[in-house]
């Protein structure tokens, strides 16, 4: 069955279950932002369901504001696994009202129709954020959530090693890999970073820093852009590096990397904003010896970043109480006193751009007392972040990247050819589900 719209209707596959939308709107409604969402009468009670640290402390500061619409917090797994749960939530009929979601997991549920058009609500915030922002919550010209927190990428390094070992601070991507050969002539027991295939999310961030586009809209069809030539150069150039030695190509988020990081046996490491939370809990003996700097370069001179994490607060499509849902959603996500709290409450890097000068991030990250202007760094950083589109079937992809570039690792394989292998897998898994699929 041809589908003829991107965001009415999908055959969902997740987490090891299939869930089948309809196509018709009377077993799988699609909702426009407006039936079922009239303004309420009386008090109303909305469920959110959430994973943000605290998150109960912030909607806490809502519920003694407006109590005619208090707002009860279910805290949930994220990823895969709290996707897997609306979908289900959804197709017994008793989902939430609204709920937290990665930007890279809102597609499936918009279009499993799970989640409701939000445009008319969310068009009147639009300008607090960055477009590159709204681009992450809207598809076919809806808006479909509130960018909620945000995950431009950036390097760390160790000041105390590199100034021990004569390294200079990266510039560019070619300094980068010059800089790792000098580290491994002076003590090879050392290097610069790894490159982990147990992280898609990290690698597509990269991609999208080259100028890669994973999935993107071509009228009513996907476009699948995974093996495109940005993505090409950066699976080479990291290629390149592991198989000679010169780079690690250990998972990230192991016991092994966690030591690593503590002892300085890693020097760097490309990440995302949120990464002084991460180190603290990681290496907790290097405090005060990390500081920050742009991701290095593919061309010297231009300023671009890729994303890595983030996510959104979406109002659900069975929701009776769409608007109210969207009320609390535009609070959270503008209100000055609202971002602080997810801030100091949530540790999250908020989407929204007045939200990034908040006071709660005048003052350097705890475990980088000697960065100062660590946040007002990160706001420019976020201001060249790519602008991306996400698929439909991101959890297809990031299973076949974590297969494909484990095996290239462990074979000292090709690693374009591990990008061939994580497209043909998600194209033709959106032909199974009957999309219309064109390639770059």
């Known amino acids: 069955m041809r589908r003829t719209s991107l ?13 089948v939308s309809a196509c018709s709107g009377a077993d799988n409604p699609t909702s426009t932002g407006t039936s079922g969402s009239a303004a309420p009468k009386g008090k109303v009670t909305l469920t959110f369901w959430a994973w943000a640290t605290n998150i109960d402390k912030v909607v806490a500061i809502w519920n003694r504001q407006h109590p005619d619409i208090q707002v009860t917090v279910s805290t949930q797994s994220q990823g895969d696994e709290l996707v897997t749960k609306l979908l289900t939530a959804d197709k017994a009929g008793n989902p939430p009202d609204l709920a937290q979601a990665e930007y890279q997991a809102l597609p499936t549920l918009v279009s499993a129709g799970v989640t409701a058009d939000i445009s008319q609500y969310a068009q009147p915030v639009h300008g607090a954020f960055s477009d590159a922002a709204w681009q992450l919550v809207s598809f076919d010209g809806k ?31 070619e300094e980068f890999a010059a800089q790792a050969r000098l580290l491994r002539s002076k003590d090879p027991k050392r290097y610069l970073t790894t490159f982990s295939a147990g992280d898609p999310g990290w690698f597509a961030g990269l991609a999208e ?29 990291w290629g390149d590096l592991v198989n000679s030695g010169v780079l690690q190509g250990q998972p990230m988020y192991t016991p ?9 046996t890693l020097l760097a490491w490309p990440s995302a904003v949120w990464g002084p939370a991460v180190l603290a809990g990681i290496a907790p003996d290097t405090k005060g010896k990390w500081a920050m700097a742009p991701l290095p370069q593919w061309t010297a001179g231009e300023q671009k970043t ?22 609390f959603a ?20 908020p989407a929204a ?22 946040y007002a760094s990160a706001k420019q950083i976020s201001a060249t972040a790519a602008a991306v589109t996400w698929g439909p079937n991101v959890n297809v992809a990031y299973g076949a990247y974590r297969d494909a570039f484990g095996k290239a690792i462990q074979a000292k394989s090709d690693f374009t050819a591990a990008l061939r292998t994580i497209q043909d897998t998600t194209v033709n898994d959106l032909r199974k589900l009957g999309f219309d699929v064109v390639t770059d």
């Open 7 to 19: 965001v009415r209707s999908v055959v969902a596959a997740l987490a090891g279950i299939v869930l």
């Open 143 to 173: 808006t479909y959530g509130f960018p909620q927190d945000y995950g431009p990428m950036m390097l760390y390094y160790r000041t105390d090693l590199f100034h021990q070992f004569g390294l200079t601070v990266p510039r560019t991507w």
């Open 209 to 237: 820093q080259a100028g890669a586009h994973w999935w993107g809209i071509d009228g009513q069809r996907w476009r699948v852009g995974i093996d495109s030539e940005p993505s090409r150069k950066v699976a080479s150039y």
């Open 256 to 264: 092994a990397w966690n030591k690593a990081m503590n002892d300085g």
């Open 306 to 327: 890729g994303m890595w994490g983030g996510s959104s607060t979406a109002v659900m499509a069975k929701s009776k109480n769409q608007e109210a849902a969207a009320q």
């Open 330 to 349: 535009t609070w959270l996500n503008t209100d000055p006193a609202a971002i602080e709290a997810l801030v100091t409450q949530g540790s999250l890097y």
């Open 353 to 374: 751009t007045a939200g990034q000068s908040t006071p709660a991030l005048s003052k350097a990250p705890l475990f980088m007392p000697n960065q100062p202007d660590f």
